[in-house]
C-alpha cells in the first residue's frame, strides 16, 4: 500500500481561500460610506431635538407672559393699547436669552364702552440657532400666542 498522506504533500494546493487586497479595499470603502451616512443621521437628530427645546422653552417664555397680562384688572395700565410695534422686553431662561414682543390692541364692540382687547405675545431667541436663523424663519422662527380679553361691563338687553 501506498501512504496517500506523503502523495498529497508532494501535490501544490491549486485552491487558497481569502480575501484579496482589492476585496478587503472596496469593503472598507463601502463601510466608510454607510456610516458617515449614519453619523450625519445623528448629527441630525442632535440639532433637531436641541431646536425643539429652545421652541419648548420660548413657548413656555410666550406662556408666562400671557398668563401675567391675563390675570391683571382690565383697566390696569398694563393691558393700555400699544403702538404696532409693541413692547420689547428680553427675558433669560436656561442660559438662553429671548425677545418678548407684546402687542395690546383694543376693538370697540356695539356700544362705544364695550372693549375687546387683542393681546399678541411673540417670542424669539436673540441668539438664534441654526434652524431658527433659516430663510423660514417666518414660520419656524418664533413663538406667538393670541388672546383675546373683554371688559366685564353688563350689556343692555336689546335686541338687535
Not at 478587503?24 to 433637531?48: E, N, Q, R, W
Not at 429652545?54 to 393691558?79: C, G, H, I, K, N
Request: net charge negative.
Amino acid at each position: 500500500m501506498q501512504d496517500t498522506s506523503a502523495a498529497d504533500q508532494s501535490k501544490p494546493v491549486t485552491t487558497e481561500s481569502g480575501f484579496t487586497l482589492l476585496e478587503t479595499v472596496i469593503s472598507m470603502v463601502l463601510l466608510a460610506i454607510i456610516g458617515l451616512g449614519i453619523a450625519s443621521l445623528f448629527a441630525y437628530a442632535a440639532s433637531t431635538t436641541s431646536n425643539a427645546g429652545d421652541r419648548e422653552m420660548a413657548t413656555a417664555v410666550a406662556q408666562q407672559r400671557m398668563e401675567q397680562l391675563r390675570s391683571v384688572p382690565f383697566t390696569d395700565s398694563s393691558l393700555a393699547a400699544t403702538q404696532t410695534s409693541g413692547t420689547t422686553t428680553s427675558v433669560t431662561r436656561l442660559g438662553r436669552q429671548y425677545d418678548v414682543v407684546t402687542t395690546i390692541s383694543d376693538t370697540s364692540v356695539v356700544d362705544s364702552n364695550v372693549t375687546l382687547k387683542t393681546i399678541t405675545v411673540k417670542v424669539v431667541p436673540t441668539a438664534a440657532s441654526a434652524s431658527w436663523s433659516t430663510n423660514v424663519s417666518s414660520i419656524f422662527g418664533s413663538v406667538t400666542l393670541i388672546s383675546e380679553r373683554s371688559g366685564l361691563t353688563l350689556g343692555s338687553n336689546r335686541s338687535y
